[in-house]
């Protein structure tokens, strides 16, 4: 596609639950980043890869987040026994090279997660 | 750590109104700046950006100008339309060896007709 996709756009699980988020970054991207943006405030980085190597995951809050992109393309943000806390919209981005300063970053729509 | 602070909104102006959304960073290394939009229904585009002290990124009719002496980045339109409804987020990325942004909590705009 012409964009970073993401899916589902919308996901309500009960809490205790597993989820898994998925990325579709735009082909021959280098860098995918994931974030996690609450209800009225900014992006907070979670993970990052180059490829398939995951550089940093330094964000993801606690143990229950796992994040991998075997193949260097698609990934997958995994949140193993969902809790209330872990509501909210989860962002996909990817940008050519390795980023850097000057690297742009292309944004999905995000998946809204609600923990009931 | 690295931090961005915005102006507090919501925002809300007359089309043709003259813009500005403060915004302020803390960062190490030398980072490069950039204003991010979020239209209703729609993902974080990029508005502009500027990558060293006192470069000015402009588009759409938008400006922000990277001022290194006062850590800011303020956003300016002179004259904003209804279409310029949207959140608008100030975020700073490379700094030291980070390669993620770091985003500020974001304005919401309203222009009314």
């Known amino acids: 596609g012409a964009g970073v996709s993401q899916s589902p756009r919308y996901k309500v699980a009960k809490r205790g639950q597993d989820v898994a988020l998925r990325c579709d970054p735009i082909?021959?991207?280098?860098?995918l980043f994931w974030y996690q943006q609450a209800l009225g405030q900014g992006p907070e980085f979670l993970t990052y890869?180059?490829?398939?190597?995951?550089?940093?995951k330094s964000g993801l809050p606690s143990d229950r987040f796992f994040a991998e992109r075997p193949e260097g393309s698609v990934s997958t943000l995994k949140i193993q026994r969902t809790q209330q806390e872990d509501s909210a919209v989860y962002l996909c981005?990817?940008?050519?090279?390795?980023?850097?300063?000057?690297?742009?970053?292309?944004f999905g729509q995000g998946t809204r997660l609600t923990v009931v | 750590g690295d931090s961005v602070t915005q102006m507090e909104g919501p925002v809300t102006l007359s089309e043709e109104a003259f813009l500005t959304i403060n915004c302020t960073y803390t960062?190490?290394?030398?980072?490069?700046l950039f204003w991010y939009v979020q239209y209703p229904g729609e993902g974080l585009q990029l508005l502009l950006k500027?990558?060293?002290?006192?470069d000015k990124g402009s588009n759409k009719g938008f400006e922000a100008t990277y001022r290194k002496e006062t850590t800011s980045f303020h956003l300016e339109k002179g004259s904003v339309q209804v279409s310029d409804s949207a959140v608008y987020f100030c975020?700073?990325?490379?700094?030291?060896?980070?390669?993620?942004?770091?985003f500020g909590s974001g304005t919401q705009l309203t222009v009314l007709p």
């Open positions: 975020a700073l990325g490379g700094s030291g060896s980070a390669r993620q942004l770091t």
């Open positions: 981005a990817s940008s050519f090279r390795d980023a850097g300063t000057n690297t742009e970053a292309f």
């Open positions: 960062a190490t290394g030398y980072p490069s």
């Open positions: 500027a990558t060293k002290a006192d």
């Open positions: 890869f180059q490829n398939e190597a995951q550089l940093d």
């Open positions: 082909s021959g991207h280098v860098s």
